[in-house]
């Protein structure tokens, strides 16, 4: 179980970076990301067949307009197994 990090794009001063991000991650780096988007979609390009990722990260991802593009491509190139809410 990973936990990745958990800044938000207006945190990143550098527009370079930003630009940047924006530039590699089009399906997560949408609107006002945070940086665990961009973790989940490197770590999906990442994964092996039949491999298995799990993170930590806030509800919001499930209902925010800017993780609609990246639960999109989860819901149609991958499998979900079981999603956990904790309190």
Do not use: C
């Not at 197994?81 to 904790?86: A, L």
């Amino acid at each position: 179980i990973g936990n990745p990090p958990y800044v938000n794009i207006s945190n990143i001063e550098n527009d370079e970076e930003r630009k940047f991000l924006q530039n590699k991650y089009k399906d997560s780096a949408i609107k006002r990301f945070d940086l665990y988007t961009l973790f989940i979609d490197l770590s999906l390009s990442l994964l092996k067949k039949d491999g298995y990722l799990s993170f930590i990260i806030p509800y919001p991802f499930l209902s925010q307009d800017y993780g609609e593009l990246l639960r999109k491509k989860i819901l149609e190139k991958y499998s979900i197994v079981k999603i956990v809410k904790w309190l």
